[in-house]
């Protein structure tokens, strides 16, 4: 399961929250999409976009189980979990880190101790320190990257 958000606060009297999307998929919050929390599986009855604060989506968003402010109280600051999406191609922070970097030669390059954000590419945090943009990566087999960048681009 992938952590992707979490409920802020109950908004209104009707059981709606406000959630604050980690995830930038939208469909996470479709109608009918099942999210967990830690003691609860919750099914989305309606969402819309709620603004953003901090750089982070939020949804109002109403869910099947939930009837009620005080129900809705209860999932104060839960954090909302979903498998990972099917996607072609999709690279996950969770399988990039600990990964081994290979150059276009074959030679391996270092491994991923982490993933950082940036506004322009998120980036390859290598063991080593060095530092390289995710556009420049594809993933060449189970737990395996390659990296072709420009010239002197994995140079310390």
């Not at 030679?107 to 556009?135: C, H, K, M, Q, Y």
Request: zero cysteines; proline letters at 5%; charged letters at 25%.
């Amino acid at each position: 399961m992938l952590e992707i958000g979490r409920v802020v606060r109950p908004h209104g009297l009707r059981g709606q929250l406000v959630v604050e999307l980690w995830s930038n998929r939208d469909e996470r919050l479709a109608v009918g999409a099942v999210v967990h929390t830690a003691d609860r599986v919750l099914t989305v009855r309606s969402a819309s976009r709620h603004g953003a604060v901090g750089g982070r989506d939020r949804w109002l968003v109403t869910f099947d189980e939930v009837a009620d402010r005080e129900d809705a109280d209860g999932l104060r600051d839960q954090v909302l979990s979903a498998p990972p999406l099917e996607v072609d191609g999709a690279l996950w922070v969770h399988e990039l880190i600990g990964a081994t970097l290979f150059d276009s030669d074959g030679t391996p390059v270092g491994r991923v101790a982490s993933v950082e954000a940036n506004p322009a590419s998120d980036l390859l945090v290598l063991e080593d320190g060095r530092l390289v943009p995710l556009t420049f990566v594809e993933r060449n087999g189970e737990g395996n990257l390659t990296v072709e960048g420009p010239p002197g681009l994995l140079e310390l």
